[in-house]
């Protein structure tokens, strides 16, 4: 199971982030413990507001459980997880909220907890927090049976297939997987020994080198989205500085986006605008049906929890009235009766949680299993679309390189006296 930490401030942002329900099928909030707010959004904002009478800029610490794909872990799971993370950190007992997110057939988990000590007013530290829950990722892999991820196994706690936030939002402005990007750049790095086979093998894709303004060798896609080179091909600044050498001699960022508006004429623009347009249409279909399944579902746990509602409340007054008052009351009191009543209670309460929660998960999984059937054909469809769009853009790449070529031609008949010049490179595909 993945665990990726973070102290951070930002409560009302965190609560929506959180509560998000557009890209994610369904949101429960499964626990809220030791706030006096009975909501998400009004227990970060009161964490934030004890903060301010500390010098404590950072008063949530928030947690993602990302189980691997196809694994089915059930909700307790999930929550001893969670538990365990908790002893680990050095924050037993502190106030904690924590969200189940279902997308795409698979659960994950995200735990906050304050790390303001209500009693001293100061806030916890966490030394060592990401060192601890690496740890504590591989023990749950390990626990579980799961496969380690490849980047556990032989690049130390670096898996080169997590990315940032940043990252993968870039990846989805492009529309392609940034899984493919990062293998894209990592099958460049391979089959190249110096910067100027790297940069061929990078633009034969569609990605052109630079030289950035802070991070040395960076690449830019056709649509001008720059990717730092040491990140993406997962690899340390000073490797990529001794194979490349000094990236003085490439041009901006500036200029290379100037270069590829120009040479990117308005023809090729429209045939991967009109690709994409194409491509969401034909997704269409497979979104409405999974808009339709989620508020099906959606009603299903409503109804669920509506039901069960109504049956707990029904059972709670049926216990009640085995508790009697008056003289029977006190009689009973005195001969044991109403403690042994109370024991049955409390026993019969038990039963019926476990009885709703097993329901509820039930229902759950069920859910799950349907969703992730849908979301196959869904991941078809997606892989079928990007490889399109990928030749598509080596395509464009080919015709951008002959242009480069086209254009040097060009420029070297200009200098030499007497001959004309190079007819124009057609940017037709």
């Not at 034909?282 to 009603?299: G, H, W, Y």
Request: contains cysteine; hydrophobic residues 35%.
């Amino acid at each position: 199971m993945i665990l990726v930490g973070s102290q951070r401030g930002g409560a009302r942002q965190l609560a929506v982030h959180l509560m998000n329900d557009r890209d994610n099928d369904h949101v429960t909030v499964q626990e809220l413990r030791g706030f006096s707010a009975r909501n998400l959004p009004g227990a970060f904002i009161e964490v934030e507001a004890i903060s301010s009478a500390t010098q404590c800029r950072q008063p949530l610490f928030s947690l993602s459980l990302n189980p691997p794909k196809g694994a089915d872990v059930p909700v307790k799971d999930l929550m001893a997880a969670i538990d365990r993370a908790e002893e680990r950190l050095g924050l037993s007992g502190q106030p904690r909220a924590v969200v189940i997110h279902e997308k795409e057939g698979r659960r994950h988990a995200h735990a906050v907890w304050s790390r303001i000590d209500g009693e001293k007013m100061t806030a916890i530290n966490l030394p060592y927090f990401k060192t601890r829950l690496k740890g504590l990722s591989k023990e749950l892999f390990l626990d579980h049976g799961w496969d380690l991820p490849e980047g556990h196994r032989t690049n130390g706690w670096k898996n080169p297939l997590n990315f940032t936030l940043a990252e993968w939002q870039q990846a989805k402005r492009l529309d392609l997987d940034p899984r493919e990007i990062k293998q894209l750049f990592r099958d460049a790095w391979a089959h190249s020994d110096n910067k100027k086979s790297f940069g061929a093998a990078l633009e034969q894709s569609g990605f052109y080198l630079a030289r950035g303004d802070r991070r040395g060798f960076v690449a830019l896609d056709l649509y001008g989205n720059a990717y730092s080179v040491s990140r993406w091909a997962g690899l340390k600044a000073r490797e990529v500085k001794q194979r490349l050498g000094d990236p003085s001699g490439l041009p901006s960022v500036a200029d290379v986006r100037a270069a590829t508006r120009k040479r990117l004429g308005h023809t090729v623009r429209s045939y991967m605008h009109e690709m994409r347009d194409e491509q969401r249409q034909d997704a269409k279909p497979l979104a409405d049906e999974r808009k339709a399944m989620v508020a099906a579902q959606r009603t299903e746990r409503r109804n669920l929890d509506q039901g069960q509602d109504t049956r707990r409340k029904a059972e709670a007054k049926e216990r009640a009235a085995r508790l009697h008052s008056g003289l029977r009351g006190a009689w009973e009191l005195l001969t044991g009766k109403a403690r042994a009543v109370r024991h049955q209670n409390e026993a019969d309460a038990y039963r019926a949680f476990l009885r709703d929660r097993d329901q509820r998960e039930r229902l759950h999984r069920a859910q799950m299993k349907d969703r992730a059937g849908l979301q196959e054909r869904i991941e078809a469809q997606r892989k079928t679309q990007r490889q399109e769009r990928l030749r598509l853009m080596r395509r464009v790449a080919e015709v951008l390189r002959r242009t480069k070529e086209n254009e040097r031609r060009q420029e070297r008949e200009r200098t030499r006296p007497g001959r004309r010049s190079a007819p124009d490179f057609d940017l037709d595909l």
